[in-house]
């Protein structure tokens, strides 16, 4: 018999055993990688881990500046409602005011509050004698031992048409009857005539006790406040009255020491 290796036919057992003096076939479909018994390499595991990592601190890092945002919007709605809320009586009174000259159903409708004949309050029945109509806080404090409402709403009326509004904010004196404290005295001489409301209040730094609001769209605004005097050691008081026209300019303003000691310490039937 002839020599197969010879005549060149193709020999499956001189194939097989050439092929594994050899390395395996590059492009086998069914190699598996030798040295890591067919597991991924532990750099590229390193990688897939650490970039996972990155991916789940990412996501964290994103939903705690999700809810630190979310909270301080919380809070800012939370302290803007506050603060609207505690300035209902002067809101009431500016939407009353709008409508002087009308009848007091129109009024009550536009403002959207209801107005009474008295107070709940014995004391501000005895002192606001000459008002007709009344609208006042649900909530109280304490003045001096007194309890008030924390703001008052009192409207002049003829006829049943709105004539006056004045708003009284008690709640501004419960730390102190004389006022709000500051270091020296406030001299109104020097605000220009003309100044805005807004421009006065931030010089004198005051919010209103007293806001009353007249025919003509006339405002008067009053400030209470007290310092201790440096030479006498007493406590001062003062309350500066100060009067705007219809197109918000300052036409008025003046002061006047207060003397409530001297209130309380003259007798009667003197």
Known sequence: MADKNNT????MDSYVNERLAEDVEPNNPFEVPQGDGGKKPKK??????KKLKNVNFKSKK????????FVLILFLIIFIWIRVRR?????????????????????????????????EYATLNQIYISYQKIAESKKSCKIQGVHLPEWAIFC??????????????YELLEDSIFGTE?????????????????????KLDLEPYR?????????IREYRYCYDDKESGDVVAYAITAKWSENGSLIDIKDVRRNYIGTLLVSPEA
Do not use: H, M
């Open 8 to 11: 060149g036919e193709f020999s």
């Open 87 to 119: 300035n209902d009586g002067a809101r009431y009174a500016r939407l009353l005011s709008q409508n002087i000259g009308r009848s007091i159903s129109t009024a009550e409708k536009k403002a959207g509050i209801e107005l009474k004949d008295e107070s």
């Open 211 to 219: 806001i009353q609001y007249l025919q003509g769209k006339i405002q």
């Open 44 to 49: 590229a595991k390193r990688n897939f881990r």
């Open 62 to 69: 994103t939903l705690i500046i999700a809810a630190a945002v």
């Open 182 to 202: 500051r270091k020296s005295y406030l001299d109104p001489q020097l605000i220009p005539l003309g100044t805005s409301i807004k421009d006065v209040e931030k």
């Open 156 to 169: 002049n009326t003829e006829v049943n048409e709105l004539t006056s509004v004045t708003y009284y904010n």
